[in-house]
């Protein structure tokens, strides 16, 4: 199974991106992806996540400038992001969690490379 981030790059203040994060391999169900972001010298944390059919999760700080969306038939999971922020700049990743098989419980862990978005002020 593997867990491909696309779409980072360099935007302008108050601009737009959208990043894509595709599961590949063979997975029974995906049941929750998220969105993640790493700035140099800080932790990891939360961008935004969706759950099978719950609302979707996010930041305080991307709330109503960020929207996550997914398309199952793809198996893909997407960022939009407006209006960015100079504090938005990041890596930003994408994690999972899958079913691999019917009989499977379901695991967490399944993380991608991260994509770099780049903010210019």
């Known amino acids: 199974v593997h867990l491909q981030a696309f779409g980072g790059g360099l935007v302008q203040a108050g601009g737009s991106r959208r990043l894509s994060c595709a599961v590949s391999?063979?997975?029974?169900?995906?049941?929750?992806m998220g969105w993640y972001r790493q700035a140099p010298g800080k932790q990891r944390e939360l961008v935004a996540d969706?759950?099978?059919?719950?609302?979707?999760n996010y930041a305080d700080s991307v709330k109503g400038r960020f929207t996550i969306s997914r398309d199952n038939a793809k198996n893909t999971v997407y960022l939009q992001m407006n209006n960015v922020k100079p504090d938005n700049a990041g890596v930003y990743y994408c994690?999972?969690?899958?079913?691999?098989?019917?009989?499977?419980?379901?695991?967490?862990?399944?993380w991608g490379k991260g994509t770099l978005v780049t903010v210019s002020s």
């Open positions: 994690a999972a969690d899958l079913t691999l098989a019917e009989c499977y419980y379901p695991a967490s862990g399944y």
């Open positions: 391999g063979s997975i029974f169900r995906i049941e929750s």
């Open positions: 969706i759950i099978s059919d719950r609302r979707p």
